[in-house]
């Protein structure tokens, strides 16, 4: 199988710009043709593929770039900013979002990490383990193929669709990224569970020593573990986390004062103060902005 067939066949399925549902859970192709500038969103424990074009994520500062070369692994939510500034009807972004369901990576993760010899140790690596860019070997494409193929038969997909989803996340396990999966989702997990803790209660007042204490970890060797998990300290981790999230429902509509409460912030002015430090712009300024499109704020 090749890429040139994934591609003829999401281009078969997608007529206009924006996320199309695949009839698999978790499983979505996207199109983009309009340019659009890096903007805060937050990446979930997704997989994507692209066959066009080109995507950015910004972390931490640092800025990232994954094409048709290389599929990204984001194995933990992650506080990033992501855009497509090179998009264009002549070249369009398109490709394949696929959640990770963490109960399947889980069980997969586990298993393959008692198999000897089933999984291969990465070359390199230049993100932190919370991001991992793997490039496209002959499992991954095959699997990805026969998983879309799916989409052309109701009765396949009922009865194949999570069988053809597993055997995707055994190829991804298998390849470069996978290092970056079973850190998050085998043994050991322990920062991508507290990052999972923070994300259910962002409108919670939710401590270090809380999350230390959930993975039952001291504060300092949390500290330690989450800088090199995320390339950020716990706090940092958690204002970008909620400031990212607040941009995102402003952007699309929500009141000001009402995103803010929605991710714990008691104090409007607060919130205001710590929004503009972070992007530049006070959170009326924002609400102008245009929203960040599904496909690329995950």
Not at 111 to 117: P, T
Not at 194 to 209: A, K
Request: aromatic share 6%.
């Amino acid at each position: 199988m090749s890429k040139s067939q994934i591609k003829a066949l999401i281009e078969s399925r997608v007529s206009s710009d924006g996320m199309t549902e695949t009839g698999i859970k978790g499983v979505k192709l996207f199109r983009v043709t309009t340019p659009v500038n890096c903007a805060p969103a937050v990446y979930e424990p997704t997989v994507i593929a692209i066959v066009s074009g080109a995507k950015e994520a910004i972390l931490d500062g640092n800025r990232y770039a994954y094409d048709s070369n290389q599929y990204m692994c984001c194995s933990m939510s992650m506080p990033v900013e992501a855009g497509t500034p090179e998009a264009s009807p002549e070249n369009p972004l398109l490709g394949v979002y696929i959640s990770l369901d963490t109960k399947v990576m889980t069980e997969l993760a586990i298993e393959s990490e008692s198999a000897l010899g089933a999984i291969r140790k990465p070359q390199g690596r230049s993100l932190p383990p919370g991001l991992a860019l793997s490039q496209w070997d002959d499992g991954f494409t095959d699997a990805l193929h026969r998983l879309l193929m799916l989409g052309d038969n109701k009765a396949d997909t009922s009865i194949l669709g999570d069988g053809r989803l597993r055997e995707l996340y055994y190829a991804v396990l298998k390849g470069e990224a996978g290092e970056s999966a079973r850190g998050a989702f085998g043994v050991g997990n322990e920062i991508a569970r507290s990052i999972e803790y923070l994300s259910s209660r962002l409108d919670e007042t939710v401590t270090i020593d809380d999350m230390a204490a959930q993975v039952g970890m001291s504060r300092a060797v949390l500290h330690r573990k989450f800088k090199q998990a995320t390339s950020m300290s716990p706090i940092q981790f958690v204002k970008s986390m909620r400031l990212n999230s607040a941009a995102m429902k402003i952007a699309s509509g929500m009141n000001v004062s009402t995103a803010a409460m929605e991710v714990g912030y008691a104090s409007s002015s607060q919130f205001s103060r710590e929004f503009k430090r972070m992007y530049g712009q006070s959170p009326k300024q924002w609400s102008h902005t245009k929203a960040i499109p599904e496909a690329l704020a995950s």
